[in-house]
């Protein structure tokens, strides 16, 4: 189905104007990152040592989100790019002893899902690289219970081991932790004790005796170090990236069985999700028979952060895969309504929120005023930790559900947060995500200069990015592994929400969905054509309405629509607006004459449509959609061509 736009831009929207500004600031920043901080091959210029286990996530996050700008309508040489310094790293951690045949050797999801968020992003954005295919297909398979690497255990339907990869389970924690875990580890302070049961270790202090340091060492390597725990629901995205490619059953059945195992042990720790299943596979087998207590659980060192993310991406795995909302998403609204329930009130103090330089950035004056604080773990002594609740996980349980209760539970959340979700604070973290609050304010209708006002921030948080490059001196701490991600100027979670409808994704592992796609129909690649602009103004379960302009006075663009991120969903019927008169007037006028406009209603019954857009026109596309009515692929725009011949 082709549509033609026919109304005149006019004076083009400020937003479309900033939004083609920013892909334009983009596409000259990501070229000053990669000359000053990269060599040739694409690894990072790094001259430290790397030790331990810990750091492999740290060379890829700096271009977690490039292929992002890619698919998005980045540089045409920036795929390239991102392909070189996936390569490059690859071979930097894989002569660091960190991989095995290009795989992390074995760490835990927490970690791996940050370094995997590059891998996704190529894969989706050229799924016709054989080489990534073949990647993607034997890096998913270590995590099949046939799997020769044994790191599942298929009949317990667990994970063995907290750390795990190409060298299969790796149980214990980082060997220098496991030797002495000291109150001399200042950066670890804020998170407290890794176990809080042992006698005589009561507080954090207590760890400046050296016995306490290796007693408690030697007690986190052996019940933190083995057995499964929920941050390995993160593992789902390897699988269901696996599956975009070939929808093979045993990565479907292996997800399904893993989540539903979750599920279950969700259903008998009384609704709570539990963050630890001992080696024989029983909840609570290696902490007493708690149901908190495990790696990268609810009580140290994130707990909410990262139960509750991996939480989100097993629940939109199992429906990506699926095909239906079904119960999944309970799992995910368990921990979400859990704190909820244990709210108070109050400004957020450093020593109560193991976060609170996080959310000082992001809400600014607003952090010190009377917030809705949830406990983000639990202890023995209870639930501690108090911070404002992450929007993305209601956002996106909100966004793939559609359920009444879940739009709910974020109406609930805004008038009891504290707040001014219509406010824009100036910041930029290296999730690449946090402002959910005024853009679900936006697409409510409370909200009218989101779009423009984001732009103008997103385009300010690059330009102060690139002053932190002019003013960077590697030579200071050449050892910083984090220095990267800290510089990176590239800024795509504004451009997420407009162009595609969608919350950026959970930076521990999620795979990026959106409400729609665009491909360029000319160059035969994905991303919006040069000079078009795309603002999603309003979503819904059965609706989506996109706004497209070409900002081109002398050329004509073609864009290929597409709904859903993987083609997953149907377009039936799209209303058009179309100019009837009135433009563009007499030659002798010095002003338009007033022009007239009408709509008209087509039946697609496809998940993509083409749209013309001739110089200088505007065109608002209504989609009526049906969710998940097509087997979800990585698509290339080949498919598309197939079916208009």
Not at 11 to 21: D, K, S
Not at 329 to 350: C, K, N, S, W
């Amino acid at each position: 189905m082709t549509v033609t736009a026919s109304v005149p831009a006019g004076e083009p929207p400020a937003w479309a104007v900033l939004q083609r500004r920013l892909f334009s600031a983009l596409d000259e920043v990501w070229r000053v990152f990669e000359e000053r901080y990269c060599d040739p091959d694409g690894g990072l210029r790094f001259d430290g040592t790397l030790q331990g286990r810990d750091g492999a996530d740290d060379f890829y996050e700096p271009f977690f989100n490039w292929p992002m700008l890619y698919l998005l309508g980045g540089a045409d040489d920036l795929l390239d790019a991102c392909k070189r310094h996936w390569n490059g790293v690859t071979r930097q951690l894989t002569d660091a002893g960190f991989l095995i045949d290009e795989y992390e050797r074995g760490y835990d999801w927490f970690h791996q899902g940050e370094s995997l968020l590059m891998f996704y992003g190529i894969c989706a954005a050229d799924p016709s690289d054989e080489e990534f295919r073949r990647r993607a297909l034997r890096f998913a398979d270590l995590y099949l219970p046939a799997s020769p690497a044994g790191n599942v255990d298929g009949p317990r339907r667990m994970i063995r081991a907290p750390h795990t990869g190409s060298g299969g389970p790796r149980r214990g924690v980082n060997e220098e932790w496991a030797a002495g875990y000291g109150a001399e580890l200042a950066g670890m302070r804020p998170y407290g004790l890794p176990l809080e049961d042992l006698p005589g270790i009561d507080t954090w202090d207590d760890l400046a005796d050296p016995v306490n340091a290796r007693r408690m060492g030697e007690e986190m390597d052996r019940r933190l170090g083995d057995g499964d725990v929920a941050v390995n629901l993160a593992s789902t995205s390897l699988i269901a990236n696996a599956w975009l490619y070939s929808h093979e059953a045993r990565y479907r059945d292996w997800l399904v069985a893993y989540v539903r195992a979750w599920q279950e042990r969700t259903a008998g720790c009384g609704g709570a999700v539990p963050d630890n299943v001992g080696p024989a596979g029983q909840v609570g087998e290696l902490h007493g028979g708690r149901w908190y207590g495990g790696a990268y659980g609810w009580t140290w060192p994130h707990g909410l952060h990262s139960v509750g993310a991996v939480a989100v991406i097993a629940a939109m795995n199992a429906a990506l895969v699926t095909g239906e909302n079904g119960a999944w998403f309970d799992l995910a609204r368990a921990p979400l309504d859990q704190v909820l329930a244990e709210a108070t009130r109050g400004p957020i103090r450093d020593g109560d929120s193991s976060m609170a330089m996080t959310w000082r950035q992001r809400l600014g004056a607003e952090a010190d005023g009377d917030l809705q604080l949830v406990p983000y773990r639990r202890g023995l002594h209870g639930w501690f930790d108090r911070q404002p609740l992450q929007l993305a996980f209601p956002a996106w349980i909100w966004w793939c559900s559609g359920e009444t209760r879940d739009q709910r539970r974020l109406s609930r959340v805004e008038a009891e947060c504290g707040y001014d979700w219509t406010t824009v604070h100036a910041f930029r973290d290296k999730e690449e995500a946090g402002h959910e609050a005024p853009w679900l304010s936006y697409l409510a209708g409370r909200n009218p200069d989101y779009p423009a006002r984001a732009l103008a921030m997103a385009l300010g948080q690059v330009a102060r990015r690139m002053a932190l490059i002019r003013a960077d001196d590697p030579a200071v701490d050449p050892g910083d592994i984090h220095r990267w991600q800290r510089l990176n100027p590239v800024v795509t979670e504004i451009l997420v929400q407009l162009t595609t409808g969608a919350p950026a994704a959970l930076y521990n592992g999620g795979l990026q969905q959106a409400g729609v796609r665009y491909w360029d129909a000319d160059r035969a690649r994905p991303g919006l054509p040069a000079d078009v602009a795309a603002l999603v103004e309003d979503i819904d379960p059965a609706r989506i309405v996109v706004h497209l302009v070409n900002l081109s006075n002398t050329g004509e663009r073609r864009v290929t629509v597409q709904a859903g991120a993987f083609a997953e969903d149907r377009i039936d019927q799209v209303v058009v607006e179309e100019l009837e008169d009135g433009y563009p007037g007499r030659s002798r006028a010095y002003r338009a004459d007033r022009f007239t406009t009408s709509t008209r209603r087509i039946d697609v019954a496809d998940n993509h449509l083409l749209v013309i857009l001739p110089p200088g026109t505007r065109l608002h596309l209504t989609l009526s959609v049906s969710r998940r009515q097509f087997t979800p692929s990585h698509p290339t725009f080949d498919r598309f061509q197939e079916k208009q011949k």
